[in-house]
């Protein structure tokens, strides 16, 4: 069964920094890029960041670029993401997604992960 | 960045009507417009890829329509779990962004 599984959220305090995993299984990982997207409680969703499938080539919405890094590690199967400079709006539940195909970044995504929820707050 | 704005915020219709959900882009997208459907506590679910082209096992009630900065999605029949959000989305340029949403509420 092809599946994301995302970890690492937490409580974080404001200006602190945090590692989110998403763990790729049931698919060749290494064939696909992948992105991360958010959702703020009671909002909609916001595109964060996207890699291409060997890594080499990655884009950021405006809104985490300079604060976010987006890298993967295609031998564990494992994409990530390092939030820096953490701001209360940055509060939400993070999702993986996988590229709808193989060619190219391919962005609209059939598979996503559960979420993992990141709260920032003092 | 291209900004899609969703019309109607919500549609409240009874089973077996016909929804119609709006999404206009400001720039032109081409035929690089998806949709997703939401609901709480689960991940989105991919409806509609580039405009009309309906995701494995999305039921035929679903479809899309539209091209350039004017997009549709349809849901011909509404059954009572379609009761969800919807997003549209663009992947014509860099960076990629959603629309804010249409809640489909069932009387």
């Known amino acids: 069964e092809e599946q994301l599984v995302e970890s690492g959220g937490a409580l974080v305090q404001p200006g602190g920094s945090l590692g989110l995993f998403c763990a790729a299984s049931?698919?060749?990982?290494?064939?696909?890029?992948m992105n991360w997207v958010r959702q703020v409680p009671g909002k909609g969703l916001e595109w964060l960041a996207g890699?291409?499938?060997?890594?080499?080539?990655?884009y950021y919405a405006d809104s985490v670029k300079g604060r976010f890094t987006i890298f993967r590690d295609n031998s564990k199967n494992t994409l990530f993401l390092l939030m820096t400079s953490l701001r209360v709006d940055d509060t939400a539940v993070y999702y993986c997604?996988?590229?709808?195909?193989?060619?190219?970044?391919?962005?609209?995504?059939?598979?996503w992960g559960q979420g993992t929820l990141v709260t920032v707050s003092s | 960045e291209i900004v899609l704005t969703q019309s109607p915020a919500t549609l409240s219709l009874s089973p077996g009507e016909r929804a119609t959900l709006s999404c206009r882009a400001s720039?032109?997208?081409?035929?690089?417009l998806v949709w997703y459907q939401h609901k709480p506590g689960q991940a989105p679910r991919l409806l509609i890829y580039?405009?009309?082209n309906r995701a494995t096992g999305i039921p035929a009630r679903f479809s899309g329509s539209g091209s350039g900065t004017d997009f549709t999605l349809t849901i011909s029949s509404l059954e009572p779990e379609d009761c969800a959000l919807y997003y549209c989305?663009?992947?014509?340029?860099?960076?990629?962004?959603f629309g804010g949403g249409t809640k489909v509420e069932i009387k």
């Open positions: 580039d405009v009309s």
């Open positions: 997604v996988r590229g709808g195909c193989t060619t190219g970044f391919c962005s609209y995504w059939a598979l």
């Open positions: 720039q032109d997208v081409g035929s690089y």
């Open positions: 890699m291409s499938n060997s890594g080499g080539t990655t």
């Open positions: 989305q663009h992947r014509s340029t860099w960076p990629l962004s």
């Open positions: 049931g698919f060749s990982f290494s064939s696909y890029a």
